[in-house]
């Protein structure tokens, strides 16, 4: 390719989102670029408006260009359960399955002494005022079935002992359709502790 600075810089930045290396990105650019009417102009506009107007909503940390994003604001979702979650990109997996219908609380990351993460800078006294002020009955804690993950849910948990609201977790083992075969050990280990009664 010719050298041209503003395309290749493009490149460069398509090449930093998750999941495009520069390879991918060298083909998404070369598609905006055929279909710049259709693609490229209002990708351009929708980009700049978000740019602007994207912000943490003020009640649990979702993205929205509110400052209370639908989530919070539409009153059929104050069921009196909380869904804790590390981060936005979990929130809107678990809306992806249309199951739950209550609350979120976004931490945004999990407890880690190396990175000087603590429960400040992840709002967890936020959460537990929370808990208090909308009667919470069940706080659901969906973190990452990693150490730290473990270790915020631990916290959180004990942080909430005091509250009347039950302390949950989500399941977990075998995924359906898995294959017994293809599942790590620890994901075998969990769904035998939390077998079940047929």
């Excluded at 002494?113 to 967890?124: C, F, K, Q, W």
Aim: aromatic share 2%.
């Amino acid at each position: 390719m010719a050298d041209d600075t503003g395309i290749e810089a493009l490149i460069e930045l398509m090449a930093r989102l998750p999941g495009l290396g520069p390879r991918s990105a060298r083909r998404a650019v070369l598609v905006l670029l055929k279909k710049r009417g259709q693609l490229m102009a209002p990708l351009a506009t929708a980009l700049a408006q978000v740019a602007l107007a994207a912000k943490d909503c003020h009640v649990c940390g979702n993205i929205s260009t509110d400052e209370t994003c639908p989530i919070c604001a539409n009153p059929a979702r104050a069921t009196g359960e909380i869904c804790v979650v590390e981060d936005v990109a979990d929130l809107w997996a678990m809306e992806r399955g249309q199951v739950f219908k209550g609350r979120y609380h976004v931490l945004g990351g999990t407890l880690s002494a190396l990175d000087a993460v603590g429960p400040d800078e992840l709002g967890i006294p936020r959460l537990v005022t929370r808990v208090a002020a909308e009667r919470i009955t069940e706080v659901i804690l969906a973190l990452n079935a990693t150490v730290d993950g473990q270790t915020t849910a631990h916290y959180i948990a004990d942080a909430l002992a005091a509250t009347d609201a039950q302390i949950t977790t989500l399941a977990q083992g075998v995924p359906i359709g898995g294959e017994l075969d293809y599942l790590d050990d620890g994901t075998i280990g969990a769904a035998l502790r939390a077998r079940r009664r047929l």
